[in-house]
């Protein structure tokens, strides 16, 4: 991929398509020791929640993730 000159690249349509990611979504950076990873947030906190109580594992959630679901479905 070539790095456009405001620092933008396309993300391929095949994986946007196997991530199924759309204009307007929101994508997460990590820098990780050998380069970055782009990651699709999870877009659910109940889906989150049930998964962290069916699985009897701890599941991490970001604090500002369940703040933002509150807020976009309670406004």
């Known amino acids: 991929?070539?790095?456009?000159p405001k620092?933008?690249?396309v993300i391929p349509?095949?994986?946007?398509?196997?991530l199924g990611l759309q204009p307007g979504n929101k994508v997460i950076f990590k820098l990780t020791g050998e380069?970055?990873?782009?990651?699709k947030p999870r877009e659910?906190?109940?889906?989150?929640?049930k998964e962290i109580a069916t699985s009897g594992?701890?599941?991490?959630?970001k604090p500002h993730e369940y703040?933002?679901?509150l807020e976009e479905r309670y406004g």
């Open 1 to 4: 991929m070539k790095i456009g």
């Open 7 to 9: 620092g933008q690249v």
């Open 13 to 18: 349509k095949a994986f946007r398509n196997c």
């Open 35 to 39: 380069g970055l990873l782009l990651e």
């Open 44 to 49: 659910d906190a109940v889906a989150v929640f």
């Open 57 to 61: 594992k701890s599941v991490r959630v």
């Open 67 to 69: 703040v933002e679901q």
